[in-house]
């Protein structure tokens, strides 16, 4: 058995309900996603699919109860990576995935719109961008676990700014004509890469 490290990001989004609102509410944290996978929180995900959008019914998590501002809905995601140092060949073996967490993302009773979900959507699609070009950093020969947390720390810390970026541009999906400049470059972007969810030792 080969000894495996897995490192995970996830970052959580809301959108406003308010074309007025400037109410902002992001966060990322590293975890563990072994320690998650113990955790109901974090027990119901999946991976992303270009044949499969979200939907509201992958919304299942319980709006906090002590959250004030008009947030809508909160799309919890993140991209990671597990790795085998001791594969075969003596190099270390990459596995990218990105996860939805349907049971830590939300969406107020009055918020289930199509604006609000295509908002959402697009969170997750700059997720899926991000992992697939950290798949792309690690796909080359000889990379200790050292080199790929480096790479790791890099483009997850690009990864948050350009969400940061999203939120701030479509005001939080209520800019209709940003939300659908985003949604196009974003589409665009995704259609010029390959797939993350691949072994990259090589």
Known sequence: MGCVQRVGV????CVGLLVSSTNVFAKGSNISTDNAASDNAYSETFTWNENKKLSWD?????CPADFTTDAAAATHCGFGYRIDTTANDGHNGVVVYNSFYANKSWVRADGRTPEVLTHEQGH???CELYARKFSAAVSVNALTAKDVQAIYKTISTAYALRQQDYENET???TDLFQQKRWRKMI????SAGESCN???GK
């Open 10 to 13: 996830y970052v959580c989004f």
């Open 58 to 62: 992958d919304f299942k998590g319980q």
């Open 171 to 173: 005001q939080h999906g």
């Open 198 to 200: 691949t072994y990259s």
């Open 187 to 190: 589409e665009r972007e995704l």
């Open 124 to 126: 997750f699609d700059l």
